[in-house]
């Protein structure tokens, strides 16, 4: 049973490392792009030399020039070649055999066409001469006439074995070498270069235009791969903790952004070097993530772009660095998503002021250079605004995150759950109010999420709006449905409320962070009442009549769990003052914890105390006491009377005027 778990870790933890390699490759094609390119020009014959080359060791070399003099000299002295032709021979053979002429003649004819050497075109005539001669004198002339139509050469130059035979010469020919002595300068940088001096480079194995070649493209590759693995290495090392703050997807769209982003200022940089918007990304993890969270990114980065931007790789670091910062600070400052478009504005004038001040520092631009740079780094700032705007919709609806900005829009009471909520179950919403407006407070003064608090108290029992009347704060006209079913089935009625919650929620496709408020809010607490009320009936068991839970497991859900328990209970008041108050809340957060509804939060026992502390402050001020004022005729009642009475003094006093403290007249 426990190795289903164990599967699906590892199998996250391969989706992992699968997105970690691909994100490597990635990486690695665009640093490519930007280095795979680079390699020096191979020497050539006629160019100036890189650098001064100089003899390592003593040495000899070949004297090409000298050596390939030596076997050209072998090679022409091999004569041509001759082979004989049998067909020519054939021929010529058959012709004089059949000829007629005297055999002397014949038989001198075949025997020079037969040797070895046999006839060649520069022999003919001397040949047909000395036959001649052999034949009687009578026929010589008809003998010679005979010859010089029938004979022909049959030994012909072979121009294959003729080069066989000179390459032959030319390879026994020994390489001439000179001397190379050591530390001799061999040609010096700036100087142009001959063929010899390659040769000699090439034989001493200080150039070779392969190996160099080779050796480049060895260390291109090296240097990427090394680059990329610190660029991936963050992604690797924090793993364990993006796994545990954010969901596979929501990594990945964080990953996927920040490629495209780099490969779009690639593209981009290669037109201008100073137009980066690259600081679209931190901005966007500033609204997704917080700022804390942004600025690592945007270190990262500002280092990412200083390795694509070739030109002027300074001056892109620091220009991403600060107009980063300064859109992911007011990122999370502001409060409504068109401040996005004003904080990369912001940063695009950040970065460009830091341009301008990196300039005027260190030079390196013309004035108009530096003025177009900065035009060109705000238009960039205000690019990255816009897209901004364009990507957190996606990042909401799509990849699951819940910005501020989204929050304070699930909190206007036009959001159609709350209008149902408004209308369908007034009295709880009014409570869900007052436990939003409690939870905010506690949640600020512990540290979290007010925000995310405070709606997620806001939305918690939308569970109630299936069956409203069940609950006593919708009981306007005093009938208690529950009065005329049994304690079980209330049970039922009033636990199903938290799953209804969730599958609200669920319906209305809002986030998963606030799902929580609504399954952990009760725990796994007891009905008391209507436990009480089984009791009364008979025999039964407490674990009966528990919430199905969970229960809490944050600071703003365990909060929340206390602000609901100390809001209800805080009705039963009859005299609330803020010491009946104090005592109810303590009363609460013991109970809560004797029953161990807070192990799984944060909360400690100061965070309790200052938690008691706003709720008493609040609910203090909530459920104050008001004088009872007058009414209009109970005031013009009272007019009356005091209009009155002075005429009944003034009687009074005039039989009494003249009359002293002691009663006696005074004397005229």
Known sequence: MSSTPRRLRMAAAGRYWLLALLAAIAFGLILYSVYGTRQRTPLRVGQPSP?????????????????QRERQSARAQIEPVYTSDLQVTTLVLAAVTSSGLPAPVIDEVISRYQAPRGVRAADLAGLIGEVTRLAPADRQRETRLVLERRLAANSVPNDRLTQVARDAAAAAVAPVMQ???????????????????????????????????????????V????????????????????????????????????????????????????????????????ALLGP???????????????????????????????????????????????????????????????????????GGMTPGGMAAGAGLLFAGGVLAGVLALGLLPIAESGFGFLTDFRLVELSSPNHPLLQRLITE????????????????????????????????????????????GFFVENQFSGDNPHDRVSPHLSYLIITNHVREGVELLEEYRMPEELTAFAAEHHGTTVLSYFYKRALD????????????????????????MLADAVESA?????????????????????????????????????????VAATFQRMLTAILHRRINYPSAEEVRGLKRSKAEAPAKEGGQGGARRGVGRDGTLPSR
């Open 51 to 67: 650098q001064t080359f100089v003899a390592p060791v003593a040495t000899q070399v070949v004297d090409l020039i000298a050596t």
């Open 292 to 362: 804390r969270a942004a600025m690592p990114w945007a270190a990262w980065m500002a280092l990412a772009v200083g390795l694509i931007v070739q030109a002027s790789p300074l001056f892109a670091v620091a220009a991403t660095l600060v107009g980063s910062a300064v859109a992911a600070h007011l990122a999370r400052s502001l409060t409504n998503r068109l401040s996005l478009l004003f904080a990369g504005t912001l940063g695009g004038l950040a970065a460009s002021v830091s341009l301008v001040g990196l300039v005027l520092l260190g």
């Open 537 to 560: 009936e008979g025999q039964v068991e407490e674990l009966n009549f528990r919430y199905p839970g969970p229960k809490p497991r944050s600071k703003e859900t365990g909060i929340l």
């Open 570 to 610: 805080s009705r039963t008041l009859s005299d609330p003052t803020p010491t009946s108050i104090r005592s109810l809340i303590d009363r609460i957060v013991k109970q809560r914890l004797q029953d161990g509804q807070l192990d799984e939060t944060p909360l400690n026992f100061h965070d309790l105390d200052v």
């Open 223 to 286: 240097g990427i791969v090394l680059l990329t693995i610190m660029l991936v290495a963050p992604l690797v090392t924090t793993r364990a903790m993006l796994r545990s703050t954010m969901s596979f997807r929501k990594v990945a769209f964080l990953v996927a952004l920040s490629l495209a982003v780099l490969a779009l200022q690639r593209l981009v940089v290669g037109a201008s070097p100073n137009f980066l918007f690259a600081f679209l990304v931190p901005l966007v993890v500033a």
């Open 425 to 468: 179950a007034p009295g709880t919403y009014q409570h869900s109010l007052i436990i939003s407006n409690l939870v905010d407070q506690a949640v600020k003064n512990v540290g979290g999420n007010a925000l995310l608090a405070r709606v997620g108290a806001l939305y918690h029992d939308v569970g109630k709006i299936k069956r409203p």
């Open 179 to 221: 001397s190379v002595e050591a530390g001799q300068v061999l040609v010096r940088a700036g100087e142009p270069l001959t063929d010899d001096e390659l040769r000699v480079l090439d034989q001493l194995g200080l150039y070779n235009a392969r190996d160099e070649a080779a050796s480049q493209t060895t260390w291109i590759v």
